[in-house]
């Protein structure tokens, strides 16, 4: 079970992220509408649990405990939150540019 996750984080994985974004380029260069937010959104839904499908069930055959926190304090609500606030900054700062919200042009200069 573990070569299969290794397998999905060190192939799939960045062979599926390439071919999307060889098919983004070539749907801006070609004048093609991009795909819905709610389409990306649901494709990185479905990723993201796959991932962690492979995740528990490696850990299972492992024998590790992967949810299992000892004692949850105040520096691991703090981690959480700095983690959170860095994902949704990290999306404020590069959605506009990759997903224009008005559908025609980027806001951002390049």
Do not use: H
């Not at 573990?2 to 999307?20: E, H, Q």
């Amino acid at each position: 079970m573990r070569y299969a996750f290794l397998a999905w984080i060190l192939f799939v994985l960045p062979l599926l992220a390439w071919r999307s974004a060889l098919s983004m380029r070539e749907a801006r260069a070609g004048g093609e509408p991009l795909p819905a937010r709610a389409q990306i959104y649901l494709g990185t839904l479905i990723l993201l649990g796959a991932l962690l499908l492979l995740s528990w069930l490696t850990a299972r055959v492992e024998g590790v405990a992967l949810f299992q926190v000892p004692a949850f304090g105040g520096r691991e609500a703090l981690a959480g939150a700095l983690a959170l606030a860095g994902s949704f900054g990290l999306r404020a700062w590069r959605a506009p540019c990759t997903l224009p919200r008005s559908g025609g042009n980027c806001r951002c200069a390049r």
